[in-house]
């Protein structure tokens, strides 16, 4: 895990990750970008799942945790659409 970014990454956020807009069902991993607050444990880094939903600017995503299934709220800045 890194604790900050790399020279070449550093500056202003890419507003196309800012604004990104999932649908539901899309397969997101969860990308913690460093310079924003990310608010869960480092745990859940890296891991992948699915959008559930839109609550306001946030994506409702379904993340399995060994074999229970957990919900978090997460800001598009901290998602990475997969393709499948």
């Known amino acids: 895990m890194r604790s900050h970014k790399r020279t070449r990454e550093r500056g202003k956020l890419s507003f196309s990750r800012f604004f990104a807009s999932f649908k539901e069902g899309d397969s997101v991993a969860v990308v913690q970008e460093l310079s924003q607050i990310f608010g869960y444990k480092k745990t859940i880094q890296g891991r992948t799942g699915k959008v559930i939903s839109k609550r306001g600017s946030a994506y409702e995503v379904e993340v399995k945790d060994i074999n229970c299934p957990k919900r978090y709220l997460i800001k ?3 998602l ?5």
């Open 76 to 78: 598009p800045i901290h």
């Open 80 to 84: 990475k659409r997969i393709q499948q």
